[in-house]
């Protein structure tokens, strides 16, 4: 364990799990001042490219993309997309998504470029991996395969060290493990068909496919091979006995080579690492597995043979075991701090903490019943029952950690802003605090809190369900977003239900049988501020605002008289020479002070680009939403603040 240390500290090896970016062109946050042709990011792993996705799109939610995404030429972790040409001056939102060709992982993301203007003002996210927690498919199907792959490898060798050949009762072990190696294999394929959003059609063609297809061929071998062995005598048996340690050895090393370890650097030395990590596992767990069948049915003196042969082999995997754990935990955690902060370094000492135990179970049988052998067999078979439990529990960590990604540091991007916005119910019998970041158009994350109204306790909900509105945008439809129940008693998920920048409507559905609630909830995505000309003038003449919504496009309003109470909004949009703007159609939504968004009934006042509505205007500051489209067939919006009589 210390020479392992050593070498993870002086080696500072960086992890790069999952396809996450490492650069991006335009850069993260930047602004150019031509619009580039393209958008492009450069991953820590190779993106499988029908399986992922870049997607740009403008202040307005309009998308910019002129074509689909594809590989950079030359540069296979390097995805990038055409854009439209003449972009005008604005910030650009990059959403993307991935599914790797190492470990099969999705990641999502999204971050902010400005052209011709400042893109600081608009928080970006990091990157974001799936869902927050691993689906229980993938963990349940992951944990499965490795049952299956280590009791294997557990049973050959206890059968051939101890006995040359696994006796019957180990045969069928074998068999049966052999069937969990399948199964699970399966279901590591359909979680991860799943995260990718895709049927099994497409999963055959993808990277996916291809990965199942080479975990299925030492999964074949092992069952045909493993059920030939029940009636094989001989040579035939022990031939058939190598053929199934084989492909379950080939399957641990199949599984090495689609996970974490196969995406960091230096891969060779993770990857060899990794391997005799779970070899020695299946020495060592697997043994204690076939140890207890041979302890329930075989004679005292197969038994104790079995045993002690068992604890020296067990000792030498434990040693495997615990420096293999120790420096791959040091390359994928890197600090200390990301031990005890992160979803990963907590699984890490949980798992830690459960060898440690199994460790001491072992001690317990080889120092203190094995030389007693056979007064004490009842005794040693209650600690391996023990030692095969808590084993189940490590081997479920480690199946929780292989869909977890690793706390990687993905540079120095500013830590994302967010929105919090809280409500109730009208009957007042829940409390929901509504956390969104970053609180942008784009993706984002959805963090909910549901409490009693009087109590402030927790409410655990059967369910937690977000539906999206945007008031001003009727036809857009309403978007739903199921939450997941995480450890800490919030709901959370992530998506791109807020697709435009703006208010938005939120409905949290509060499912708990007869006590479910609905709570509605409003908030505005963070968005630059516009640039806003005022002239003021003297007499009864209302003040004038000038909003620059792109180079060529400005629209001008006002409120007549400018006053509290009843008024006249009026728009007007023009190009940069002052002349009108054909329009086709305009929406404008007005929000008072804590008020609901309404949208106001407009008439034309000419047929070009002048709009009129009348408007009840309270004091202090209303927010106005202008959305309209041109004649030939452009999406503009902004949005200004007006007090009235100022």
Same mark, same amino acid.
């Given at each position: 364990m210390a020479v392992a240390l050593a070498a993870a500290v002086a080696g500072a090896v960086s992890a790069s799990a999952h396809a996450l970016p490492q650069s991006t062109t335009p850069a993260e946050g930047s602004t150019v001042q031509q619009a580039p042709p393209s958008v492009s990011i450069v991953f820590g792993q190779t993106p499988d490219v029908g399986l992922s996705s870049l997607t740009v799109v403008n202040g307005s939610g309009t998308n910019v993309d002129a074509g689909p995404t594809?590989?950079?030429?030359?540069?296979?972790?390097?995805?990038?997309?055409?854009? *439209?040409?003449?972009?005008? *001056? =604005?910030?650009?939102?990059?959403?993307?998504?991935?599914?790797?060709?190492?470990?099969?992982? @999705?990641?999502?993301?999204?971050?902010?470029?400005?052209?011709g203007v400042s893109a600081s003002s608009v928080p970006h996210t990091a990157a974001v991996v799936g869902a927050s927690p691993p689906s229980p498919l993938a963990v349940v199907a992951r944990l499965v395969l490795f049952v299956g792959l280590i009791v294997v490898v557990g049973a050959v060798i206890l059968g051939a060290y101890a006995f040359g050949l696994p006796p019957p009762l180990l045969r069928k072990v074998i068999v049966a493990a052999a069937i969990f190696v399948v199964l699970g294999t399966v279901g590591v394929a359909a979680a991860q068909g799943l995260s990718a959003g895709i049927g099994p059609a497409a999963l055959f063609?993808?990277?996916?496919?291809?990965?199942?297809?080479?975990?299925?061929?030492?999964?074949?071998?092992?069952?045909? $091979?493993?059920?030939?062995?029940?009636?094989?005598? =001989?040579?035939?048996?022990?031939?058939?006995?190598?053929?199934?340690?084989?492909? $379950?050895?080939? =399957?641990?090393? %199949?599984?090495?080579?689609?996970?974490?370890?196969?995406?960091?650097? !230096?891969?060779?030395? #993770?990857t060899f690492a990794q391997v005799l990590h779970v070899v020695a596992v299946g020495v060592w767990i697997g043994g204690l597995v076939a140890l207890l069948v041979v302890l329930r049915r075989s004679s005292d003196e197969r038994q104790s043979h079995a045993t002690r042969r068992l604890s020296t082999? $067990?000792?030498?995997?434990?040693?495997?075991? $615990?420096?293999?754990?120790?420096?791959?935990?040091?390359? /994928?955690?890197q600090t200390w701090q990301n031990l005890v902060t992160t979803a990963f370094g907590v699984l890490v000492l949980l798992k830690l903490g459960l060898l440690i135990v199994l460790a001491g179970l072992g001690a317990l049988n080889r120092y203190g019943n094995i030389p007693r052998l056979p007064r004490t067999l009842r005794r040693l078979r209650r600690v391996v029952t023990t030692e095969a439990l808590v084993a189940l529990?490590?081997?479920?960590?480690?199946?929780?950690?292989?869909?977890?990604?690793?706390?990687?540091?993905?540079?120095?991007?500013?830590? !994302?802003?967010?929105?919090?916005?809280?409500?109730?119910?009208?009957?007042?019998?829940? *409390?929901?605090?509504?956390?969104?970041?970053?609180?942008?158009?784009?993706? #984002?994350?959805?963090?909910?809190?549901?409490?009693d109204y009087n109590s402030g306790s927790s409410v655990n909900a059967s369910r937690v369900v977000l539906q999206f509105t945007q008031p001003f945008r009727p036809e857009l439809g309403t978007s739903t977003l199921t939450l997941s129940h995480q450890s800490d008693g919030a709901y959370s998920a992530h998506g791109t239900n807020l697709s435009l920048a703006g208010i938005w409507e939120i409905a949290a559905i509060i499912e708990n049988g007869l006590n479910s609630t609905e709570i509605h909830l409003q908030l505005t995505t963070i968005t630059p501020p516009p640039v806003v000309q005022v002239q003021r003038f003297a007499g009864p003449l209302p003040t004038l605002?000038?909003?620059?919504?792109?180079?060529? %496009?400005?629209?001008?309003?006002?409120?007549?008289?400018? *006053?509290?109470?009843?008024?006249?909004?009026?728009?007007?949009?023009?190009? !940069?020479?002052? #002349? /009108?703007?054909?329009?086709?159609?305009?929406?404008?939504?007005?929000?008072?002070?804590?008020?609901?968004?309404?949208?106001?009934?407009?008439?034309? @006042?000419? /047929?070009?680009?002048?709009?009129?509505?009348?408007?009840?205007?309270?004091?202090?500051?209303?927010?106005f939403d202008l959305i309209g489209t041109t004649v030939s067939g452009q999406t503009v919006s902004t949005y200004i603040n007006i007090t009235p009589g100022s």
């Open positions: 594809k590989a950079a030429p030359g540069s296979p972790l390097e995805l990038q997309v055409p854009l *439209k040409s003449h972009l005008t *001056k =604005g910030v650009y939102t990059v959403t993307w998504k991935t599914v790797s060709t190492v470990d099969g992982h @999705l990641a999502t993301g999204s971050f902010a470029f400005g052209v063609g993808s990277s996916l496919g291809r990965t199942l297809l080479t975990r299925a061929v030492p999964a074949i071998v092992l069952l045909i $091979a493993s059920l030939l062995l029940l009636r094989a005598q =001989g040579r035939g048996a022990a031939l058939l006995t190598v053929v199934a340690g084989g492909a $379950a050895l080939a =399957g641990m090393a %199949i599984d090495v080579l689609n996970s974490h370890a196969a995406a960091e650097g !230096p891969a060779a030395l #993770n082999l $067990a000792g030498y995997g434990i040693v495997v075991v $615990a420096s293999t754990g120790v420096f791959r935990a040091f390359i /994928e955690i529990g490590a081997l479920t960590v480690a199946a929780a950690l292989v869909n977890v990604a690793p706390p990687v540091d993905y540079g120095a991007a500013a830590a !994302p802003a967010n929105i919090v916005v809280s409500g109730s119910d009208y009957a007042q019998t829940d *409390k929901v605090s509504l956390t969104v970041t970053p609180g942008v158009s784009g993706f #984002n994350t959805f963090d909910v809190r549901v409490t605002y000038t909003i620059t919504v792109t180079p060529q %496009i400005q629209a001008q309003v006002y409120l007549d008289p400018n *006053k509290p109470g009843a008024d006249q909004w009026h728009c007007t949009w023009l190009d !940069p020479n002052g #002349n /009108e703007i054909p329009m086709a159609d305009m929406t404008f939504g007005m929000t008072t002070p804590g008020g609901t968004p309404t949208i106001l009934v407009k008439r034309r @006042l000419d /047929e070009i680009g002048h709009f009129v509505s009348d408007a009840t205007v309270p004091k202090g500051t209303t927010r």
